[in-house]
């Protein structure tokens, strides 16, 4: 469902400019065909010199409508059906995954291709019209009188936010949330947008990490959201405050310096000329952003008009990567002082003399641009660059980014460290390929308690025990002998009194045997709300990435075997990210070199969480590929026989 813009229309959309905004109303009366006439109507019915506020904001929004479409068909609608559906359930968790799932079998249109429909050959006059008036009635609240004209259009009168359907939202949305603003102690934009995402709070939030399609969810479906992701949250959050006047915008992390994706977020424009940033009904402004500040390379808020500074604009001679030939981004970068972004100048090979540069982060799939500088012979400069990041410098040309000397890493004092391998080599053991998942810390402390048990009864009367978890467990696979000759039937693993499961395998292994034991699955378990298909069976698929998860305590899940015997070990992981070294995977070591990574050859491990490599050139940036299973890989220094991943 991604449609590429033309350069031929991004070129004339920016042939007139005028503070940032830019008019070209003939054109989109040209794009509009047979309903120029709808168009024409909206710019007549504001023409007398009453309204020349609103005649101007009827020109702000047809100029820019010439790039905005959306898209319909038969796929379309039969998802928003079924999604509607689904938000009109009220219960406490949603197993997304499965509910995802679920339309995927069931649908009949999935893969039949949307028609894409273009704002300026399909919007009525009514439609901007109401539009305009309502957004202007709102306008003269407290927390909105510091806007000047050209930051009303910005901020409150566009009548869409990405790629969704068109509705008349700004009535239904006013109404339900304006009477919370009745108080006369809001008087500025951060307290209003704090009273309405305190409501929107109220409700449980649930981040999906994808979408069964790739669409912008129309206004009516967020109004009853469930679950969705971080910009369906975020364009909820749009809604309900620009219905009321609250200037409340869109903004973007391309990419994560640390990390795989990027990020949607919120930002409120208050009264004082700050921005503030805000995770619409999740977390309250200046509470949201803060917290990444070191995975942050860049900063984009998106608009309805299309700017000038874009360097598709400045630069519209030059090829340029996809993300930077959207005009409507503005980098904001530099509002954010406690990103800590610097002004970098760097090296590069510019041989064909460009005029741009890029700096990319890391991900699996390939080095992704995120800033664009201007290139000056063998130097570039950066402004407003983000800390503790490792970047490629890189140029593009003909459709293609092309790396350009060495990964640096940027520190939080504004110092370059270059990554250059050195002929002096190494011997290095691995035993990851990502860092430890920071959201699973929790977890090792919980786990003492947890023990393994034996019965010759399926109540585990009178049960022996094997081994009990006495110590924060580590996320690699642990082997515990056991010296008690008693045959049992039965086995089973209980998890202590302060966790619900969260252990992803255990293999039991009979005197003299080198298989771990098979058997039913039995257990005694509340299922889990969170994880409702994470039943006992996953201690046994031999699948370290999945995971036993309860609704409670002391709760237990084991295995009936068809005869009696004497347990001699036990093979366990707690829950993981399954992100350490794989026995029987297939991984390739990389370093970087002059813009290239180079190989050092594939190997099959041996073991689990150990993957020794040998003459390995000192100095460089890693990179360990799994190309068995998993996603999750980051690049690395070894440092002082330390591996210090860049996450």
């Known amino acids: 469902m991604k449609h590429k813009f033309s350069l031929y229309f991004i070129l004339i959309l920016c042939s007139c400019q005028k503070n940032n905004m830019v008019f070209d109303v003939e054109m989109a009366l040209d794009m509009a065909k047979q309903n120029k006439y709808e168009l024409a109507q909206v710019l007549e019915h504001y023409k007398a010199p009453k309204d020349s506020l609103k005649y101007r904001a009827a020109q702000f929004l047809i100029g820019n409508m010439v790039t905005k479409r959306y898209y319909s068909g038969a796929s379309i609608d039969e998802y928003y059906s079924f999604i509607d559906s689904v938000y009109a359930i009220h219960q406490k968790e949603y197993d997304i995954p499965y509910i995802y799932d679920s339309f995927r079998k069931q649908a009949k249109y999935y893969n039949q291709l949307p028609a894409v429909k273009w704002d300026t050959q399909t919007l009525s006059a009514d439609f901007l019209i109401k539009n305009i008036d309502e957004a202007f009635a709102v306008w003269g609240r407290p927390w909105n009188k510091h806007l000047s004209f050209g930051e009303f259009c910005d901020w409150i009168l566009p009548y869409r936010i990405a790629e969704e359907l068109p509705e008349q939202w700004r009535q239904r949305y006013r109404e339900r949330f304006e009477p919370l603003l009745a108080n006369d102690s809001i008087k500025t934009a951060v ?144 509002d954010y002082p406690f990103i800590g972004a610097r002004d970098i100048t760097i090296s590069l090979q510019n041989k064909d003399r460009h005029r741009l540069a890029y700096l990319c982060v890391f991900d699996p799939k390939g080095w992704t641009p995120v800033a664009w500088g201007l290139a000056d012979g063998n130097r570039a400069s950066f402004k407003a660059v983000g800390p503790n990041i490792v970047y490629q410098p890189a140029l593009y040309s003909e459709g293609k980014l092309n790396l350009s000397g060495y990964p640096f890493l940027l520190d939080t004092l504004g110092n370059i460290t270059y990554f250059i391998p050195q002929a002096e080599t190494m011997n290095y053991t691995l035993e990851r390929k990502n860092p430890e998942s920071s959201n699973l810390a929790y977890l090792p402390p919980l786990m003492p308690g947890s023990r393994f048990q034996g019965a010759d009864n399926p109540e585990f009367q009178n049960a022996v025990t094997f081994h009990t978890i006495t110590e924060k467990p580590s996320f690699k696979y642990i082997t515990v002998t056991n010296e008690i000759n008693k045959p049992v039937k039965y086995l089973r693993y209980q998890s202590s009194d302060k966790t619900w499961g969260n252990m992803a395998e255990v293999e039991f292994y009979a005197k003299g045997e080198s298989k771990p034991l098979r058997g039913k699955i039995i257990g005694r378990y509340d299922a889990s709300i969170y994880y409702p298909r994470n039943g006992a069976e996953k201690l046994f698929d031999g699948d370290p990435l999945t995971f036993f998860h309860t609704n409670d305590s002391l709760s237990w899940g084991g295995l009936e075997l068809e005869r009696p015997a004497v347990i001699e070990k036990i093979r366990f992981i707690i829950r993981n990210d399954d992100n350490g070294i794989r026995k029987g995977n297939v991984y390739e070591l990389f370093y970087m070199d002059d813009g290239e990574w180079i190989s050092l050859g594939k190997q099959v491990a041996a073991e689990d969480d150990r993957l020794l490599y040998r003459n390995i050139p000192k100095g460089a940036l890693y990179w360990l590929r799994n190309y068995t299973r998993g996603r999750e890989e980051r690049i690395f220094e070894i440092r002082n026989s330390e591996q210090v991943v860049w996450h």
């Open 191 to 334: 307290q209003a947008c704090r009273v309405i995402n305190d409501e929107l709070m109220r409700q449980p939030i649930h981040i999906a990490l994808e979408s069964v399609l790739a669409v912008s969810l129309r206004p009516s479906t967020l109004f009853n959201i469930k679950f969705g992701l971080c910009s369906d949250y975020a364009h909820l959050a749009v809604y309900a405050m620009r219905a009321c006047g609250i200037p409340v915008g869109i903004e973007t992390v391309p990419h994560w310096g640390q990390g795989l994706n990027g990020h949607v977020f919120n930002v409120v424009y208050n009264n004082d000329g700050s921005f503030h940033d805000f995770s619409g009904a999740e977390q309250q402004p200046d509470e949201h952003l803060v917290r990444f500040r070191y995975k942050i390379p860049k900063v984009y808020r998106q608009t309805f008009g299309a700017q000038s500074t874009s360097p598709a604009v400045l630069y519209a001679d030059e090829d340029i990567p996809a993300f930077f030939k959207n005009v409507f981004l503005q980098d904001v970068t530099a």
